[in-house]
């Protein structure tokens, strides 16, 4: 059997799976493969010329190519319903012919829904590489891609199928600081499968505020990824001492301004089993 990926969106509760070509793409799948080595949190955006197609901006990271450029072992110019291609970047940033996510230090997943492709051809053709096909689901995936085009991004994971079982249980580790406190603050999180993999990790940047809003925010920074790669077993490692006591019911959550946060926590910590 070829190795999957999956395709997840966020808002509508769909996971499309996708079966790599691996025989027709080998190059081309090995690189995405190596780039998901730990799960993708991104944004799915409409094709700006190209249609219908939903493109998604996965940044550098394993294996990634150098200078964007996608290996050309399986090109097409006119995909078809369910085909799922790599894009490379144009060659000049500022005139990108993809949409939004060729502006960023990435290589570009095509999502093929409609009924017949076009090619991709407001300034000239640049090849793209068919790296596989939706294998279910192509009828949500076209309400979902429909709902993009219309209405906006979305958010959607991109993840291996056989980090399905890796990610099933793990460690969170959370923190959040504040410069001043209150003053500029920032969050953070790293998800550890038990061998230490990272899974997933990300960091925000907050506005003024207190360290222990800081510290709250990474708590559901993290749980809220943790939540979109499975709903298993989780650990969580923490070192504020106020937040790990309010949650576990010892202190009582007097300030305004962390009882959201704590019951957004709260809400995250319930929906594992």
Not at 59 to 75: L, Q, S, T
Not at 77 to 90: I, S
Not at 153 to 166: H, I, K, M, P
């Amino acid at each position: 059997m070829s190795p999957q990926i999956l395709i997840r969106f966020h808002n509508d509760s769909l996971t499309a799976p996708v079966e790599l070509d691996t025989e027709n793409a080998p190059n081309a799948c090995d690189l995405l493969w190596r780039m998901l080595e730990t799960p993708f949190v991104g944004q799915a955006v409409h094709a700006i010329y190209a249609g219908p197609a939903v493109l998604v901006g996965i940044p550098a990271r394993h294996g990634e190519p150098r200078d964007r450029r996608v290996p050309v072992d399986n090109e097409t110019e006119r995909p078809d319903p369910g085909d799922v291609l790599l894009l490379p970047a144009a060659p000049d940033p500022e005139e990108d012919v993809w949409g939004e996510p060729g502006r960023e230090a990435a290589v570009t997943l095509a999502i093929f829904y409609g009924a017949r492709g076009r090619p991709f051809t407001p300034s000239g053709w640049q090849p793209g590489v068919r790296i596989g096909r939706i294998v279910s689901e192509i009828e949500q995936l076209r309400a979902a891609c429909r709902e993009i085009r219309f209405r906006g991004a979305r958010t959607v994971d991109v993840l291996r199928v056989a980090a399905r079982e890796e990610i099933d249980s793990g460690i969170l580790h959370t923190d959040g600081a504040s410069l001043g406190n209150p003053g500029p603050a920032g969050a953070g999180f790293v998800l550890e499968a038990p061998d230490g993999r990272v899974l997933a990790e990300g960091s925000i940047p907050l506005e003024a505020t207190t360290v222990n809003v800081a510290e709250y925010q990474a708590l559901v920074e993290g749980l809220a990824a943790a939540r979109r790669l499975g709903r298993r077993r989780r650990e969580v490692r923490m070192d504020s001492q106020l937040s790990v006591r309010q949650l576990a019911g010892e202190y009582r959550v007097k300030a305004a301004n962390l009882r959201p946060l704590f019951e957004r926590a709260r809400a995250l910590i319930d929906r594992f089993d």
